[in-house]
């Protein structure tokens, strides 16, 4: 005798429809997600990512390590960065400046500040982002261009960036603003010998927000001496400078 068993077809639709909205749960027979793991005390592993098979994974025990999201989805321990000079000089003539040199003439209008673009970046993002920016950037300063200051009056340096501003105005925004003050006690018919010409630098780290679109920094030097115009010339850039910057 030949028996038929008749299964109703709403039931394998019921239980196709529930795999492919409800996703894999672990640990719960309810997932929320397309991969759920519920237990309270577990994690995930991924041996790909562990000390013995990832050149960036340091190892050691209680040592943990930044994980990332490539452009695929694929989860790297491996950091990308927007902006990295890595040792090497990030400012010198290969590079698009604007201005690495500022001077001032004594008496000289307008009166006793001086300011250059050094350096401008343009960066592009398609979302909100969180921009982390670390600079490191040398100057020297001088009377004229062949001559060391001796005449024991301070000169404050400055360097900083901007955000979306071509033209800098009282009002404008600055970002990363560091400053070192130049001092030089020798007597005035001493020699100068003894007196330091050397690199300096300035250095800053800041986190700015960004919005979807194409935004320029502009990375700005400035030369202040009070009140009144001294004889003063800014050399920016004559060292081994540094520009990281990196996309959060």
Do not use: W
């Not at 698009?96 to 209008?109: D, E, F, I, Q, R």
């Amino acid at each position: 005798m030949t028996k038929l068993y008749f299964i109703p077809i709403f039931v394998l639709l019921n239980f196709s429809l529930r795999a492919q909205v409800s996703g894999v749960g672990v640990g719960t027979t309810n997932p929320q997600q397309k991969l759920h793991l519920a237990s309270p005390t577990g994690t995930i592993r991924i041996d790909g990512l562990n000390s013995p098979n990832n050149p960036y994974n340091g190892g050691g025990i209680d040592k943990t390590y930044p994980l990332y999201v490539n452009e695929n989805g694929d989860l790297t321990l491996t950091m990308s960065t927007f902006q990295n000079s890595d040792g090497t000089d990030a400012i010198t003539s290969s590079t698009p400046l604007s201005g690495t040199t500022l001077t001032m003439l004594a008496g000289s209008s307008p009166i006793g500040t001086r300011n250059t673009v050094i350096l401008p970046y343009t960066i592009t993002v398609n979302r909100d982002a969180v921009l982390e920016v670390k600079y490191n950037i040398s100057f020297q300063v001088l009377k004229d261009a062949a001559t060391k200051i001796k005449d024991d009056r301070p000169r404050l340096i400055t360097t900083f960036y901007t955000l979306d501003t071509p033209t800098l105005l009282a009002t404008t925004p600055r970002y990363g603003q560091a400053s070192k003050c130049y001092y030089n006690n020798n007597d005035l018919a001493a020699s100068t010998a003894n007196a330091s010409d050397m690199a300096m630098y300035n250095c800053s780290t800041t986190y700015i927000t960004l919005t979807p679109g194409t935004h320029t920094l502009r990375f700005y030097g400035e030369l202040k001496t009070g009140t009144t115009s001294m004889a003063t010339v800014v050399n920016f850039a004559i060292g081994n400078d540094s520009v990281f910057m990196r996309l959060y």
